[in-house]
């Protein structure tokens, strides 16, 4: 009978997480796919080579006027490799009620969105979106680690798929150290 020891075993566990483990296999924050709003799937690191502000919307909130600062944000730094992915959510007050095709219609003609927009997902607990999972779970400054606290929460993704700063709700898109955040990234590609 082979006996194997306990230092064994600590190593085949050390070895088989850090070859395989869901950290690992998402060291990026762009590894994931998802739905665009108009049910096609899509692998998230075809973005990757940009800079990313990953958003979670809503059509109902006293924050979704910040749609206009966001589509205002993509339109001047899109040709720099800028791209806003917007993420609508219903957890917040039941403000985004609406099916993908009304959440789409409502988006491009009032604020005239063309930057990508994806499925309605949840962004906290157990059934939040993969992508989600992920950013939450990191620890970047301004607001740290932990659950979504509204609508319009933003992370910021360098060029390499590496989540860099998360901003909160209430940080406008063209807020001053957002934009500097931004601009300091595009200044790097």
């Not at 917040?92 to 009620?97: C, D, I």
């Not at 063309?114 to 950013?135: Q, T």
């Amino acid at each position: 009978m082979l006996r194997l020891s306990v230092p064994f075993f600590a190593c085949l566990l050390a070895f088989t997480m850090t070859s395989n483990s869901f950290a690992d296999d998402h060291e990026c924050a762009l590894n994931f796919k998802t739905k665009t709003i108009d049910g096609e799937t899509v692998d998230l690191e075809d973005y990757e080579g940009k800079v990313v502000l990953v958003v979670n919307v809503a059509s109902e909130c006293g924050l979704t006027p910040q749609y206009k600062g966001l589509q205002a944000m993509y339109d001047k730094y899109k040709d720099k490799g800028f791209v806003v992915l917007a993420f609508p959510c219903n957890q917040f007050g039941s403000q985004e009620p609406g099916s993908e095709a009304e959440i789409k219609q409502f988006c491009s003609t009032k604020y005239q969105v063309n930057f990508p927009m994806f499925s309605k997902v949840d962004v906290n607990g157990d059934s939040a979106a993969p992508i989600y999972k992920y950013l939450t779970s990191k620890d970047v400054k301004p607001v740290g680690s932990g659950d979504i606290s509204w609508n319009f929460e933003k992370f910021l993704i360098d060029r390499d798929g590496q989540l860099i700063h998360r901003f909160s709700p209430r940080t406008t898109p063209s807020d001053a150290e957002l934009v500097k955040a931004v601009e300091a990234e595009l200044g790097k590609g």
